[in-house]
T-cell receptor
Framework: DAKTTQPTSMDCAEGRAANLPCNHS???????VYWYRQIHSQGPQYIIH???NNETNEMASLIITEDRKSSTLILPHATLRDTAVYYC???????????????FGKGTLLTVNP | EAGVAQSPRYKIIEKRQSVAFWCNPI?????LYWYQQILGQGPKLLIQ????????DSQLPKDRFSAERLKGVDSTLKIQPAKLEDSAVYLC????????????FGPGTRLTVL
């Protein structure tokens, strides 16, 4: 399974863009990059996912490098409510070889400051 | 659309006692997941159901943990007997299809084993 590396924590000023990096140098060609976040005392929340091309939705943008070995999640205008742990996940097959599962690391704690 | 429901939200038991958690997934979601999240770590998949069949239980400690999903809707996760190291948040998630779809998480049940 491809593994990911994320910084343990980051800070961002309210109203500014938050750029969260993720390294996944062993990603294989058919594996997607997913981003979830977890606000304190809540379950994880899906943000966005991508394969090769950059993606954007109402929550965030995902920039994947051409070699797919790293990606960046961008929150364009961070608010205090965006303070959370952000997980970068490469979706992998389970041991049975026929299904996909999400393997969470420790993620990045993003703190948005007023 | 109602989200994933879990109960109870909190549970405190003594070691060697038994405990059960309940999950009601989003209506129409065929796939259901149970995760364990120990403090400071990301969620870890325990078991995955497709309708009422088990797809992946490779990380479920089967000597003490059991789960069922009767009729392919609600699910129950049981621990018997509980150990101190079982203290964690137990998260339930569901998705529309198994391989490609977004997982939606419930709020979790926080278990404390004394």
């Amino acid at each position: 399974d491809a593994k990911t590396t994320q910084p343990t924590s980051m800070d961002c000023a309210e109203g500014r863009a938050a750029n969260l990096p993720c390294n996944h140098s062993t990603i294989s060609g058919n594996e997607y990059v997913y981003w979830y976040r977890q606000i304190h005392s809540q379950g994880p929340q899906y943000i966005i996912h991508g394969l090769k091309n950059n993606e954007t939705n109402e929550m965030a943008s995902l920039i994947i490098t051409e070699d797919r070995k790293s990606s960046t999640l961008i929150l364009p205008h961070a608010t205090l409510r965006d303070t959370a742990v952000y997980y970068c996940i490469v979706r992998a097959r389970n041991s049975g070889g026929s299904n996909y599962k999400l393997t969470f690391g420790k993620g990045t704690l993003l703190t948005v400051n007023p | 659309e109602a989200g994933v429901a879990q109960s109870p939200r909190y549970k405190i038991i003594e070691k060697r006692q038994s405990v059960a958690f309940w999950c009601n997934p989003i209506s129409g979601h065929a796939t259901l997941y149970w995760y364990q999240q120990i403090l400071g770590q990301g969620p870890k998949l325990l078991i995955q159901f497709q309708n009422n069949g088990v797809v992946d239980d490779s990380q479920l400690p089967k000597d003490r943990f059991s789960a069922e999903r009767l009729k392919g809707v609600d699910s129950t996760l049981k621990i018997q007997p509980a150990k101190l190291e079982d203290s964690a948040v137990y998260l339930c998630a569901s998705s529309l299809v198994r391989d490609t779809d977004t997982q939606y998480f419930g709020p979790g049940t926080r278990l404390t084993v004394l």
